[in-house]
């Protein structure tokens, strides 16, 4: 059995990209996490020890956001860095950020990046 915690839809106000107007006004982005889990424990238990608790991945997240960075990429790699350090039950995952409405010549209604581990 493969185990997994979705947190779809985090909305977030934050201050990246490589166009200096970006760093003064900044933008919408959404998050999405799947983090695989091997949670088959909790199942049985109905304890939270055996888990991981999303409210605490949600904070560790929301405080990434608020540090600006350039690159999506950087933004992705700190989120995943982070993760795996502080929750080692997270065995892998897939995260995908997204910025609404990039400062691109055309109708855009998001950029993104996708990072599966």
Known sequence: MKTYIHINRMHFYAYHGIDPQENIVGNNYIVDLKLYVPFEPAMRSDSLSNTVNYANVYKEIAVIMSTPSRLLENVAGR??????????????????????????????DSVGVIVEW
């Open 79 to 108: 989120i995943i860095t982070t993760l795996q350090a502080r929750f080692p039950k997270i065995k892998g995952g897939e995260l995908s950020i997204y910025k609404e409405t990039p400062p691109i010549s055309g109708k855009i």
